[in-house]
């Protein structure tokens, strides 16, 4: 059996502020426009809560709705409905328009709740997220130097299997701020000086000055974005 519910709470959320309109089902109606931040927030809250609501709605449009959301739910019900199908159901028209047609549709249960993750799963989902960027980013960086390079005919995939592990990553620094190739082969691993005939045979050439730059400008954005990744990853794997 559907509940039936007797009052209602629409919002039309925007960046820095909100329409609320509260629906009676005798007929009633009341609107305030808030402000989006602590203060606005915490007056809507009192508001909704002493107009004893059965409900407030809202869109999923961007992530705008999280803070309303997180401090009105241990409170009342709240629904976020996803954009897309509200919209089905009419013609956006004024910000008080909207904030009505979502307390009509919540007061009437027409509006299908999207699924809202507890906050400490919304804030390690967010990790993730920000985690698989930096990633992307460190790749698309990392393409950059490989682009670099090429041209320059430093050709260190061939004794190599990682240009950017530990000892590629010496040598490269070593290449982009012109250390001689003895000095470079002085400073890696006893291990890797085994290879040392032919990583000289690839250092032994000069590396334009315009190369240098933009490979130290991408060595020192890749080492950033290690820091940034490696602190992600303790908050999600500790």
Request: glycine residues 4%.
């Amino acid at each position: 059996m559907v509940e039936i519910l007797h009052k209602s709470c629409g919002l039309d959320i925007h960046k820095h502020f909100f329409i609320a309109t509260i629906l009676c089902r005798t007929g009633e109606k009341q609107q305030q426009r808030f402000e989006r931040d602590d203060d606005g927030i915490l007056a809507f809250k009192q508001w909704v809560v002493a107009e004893n609501c059965d409900v407030v709605a809202c869109e999923s449009t961007s992530d705008f709705w999280v803070p309303i959301y997180d401090s009105l739910i241990k409170h009342l019900p709240v629904i976020v409905g996803n954009a897309r199908d509200m919209k089905a159901l009419t013609h956006k028209k004024t910000d008080k328009i909207d904030s009505e047609f979502i307390a009509r549709l919540a007061l009437n249960n027409m509006i299908q709740a999207s699924r809202v993750f507890p906050k400490d799963h919304r804030n390690f989902r967010s990790y993730i997220r920000l985690r698989l960027t930096l990633v992307q980013k460190r790749t698309d960086l990392k393409n950059e130097a490989h682009s670099i390079l090429a041209p320059e005919m430093f050709n260190l995939k061939d004794v190599l299997t990682d240009i950017f592990g530990k000892t590629g990553r010496i040598i490269l620094s070593g290449i982009s701020s012109g250390k001689t190739v003895d000095q470079i082969i002085n400073s890696l691993s006893p291990k890797v000086r085994k290879k040392s005939a032919q990583i000289r045979e690839i250092l032994d050439r000069e590396i334009s000055q315009s190369a240098a730059i933009r490979l130290q400008s991408c060595l020192k954005l890749i080492g950033n974005l290690d820091d940034e990744i490696e602190t992600l990853e303790k908050e999600i794997f500790n």
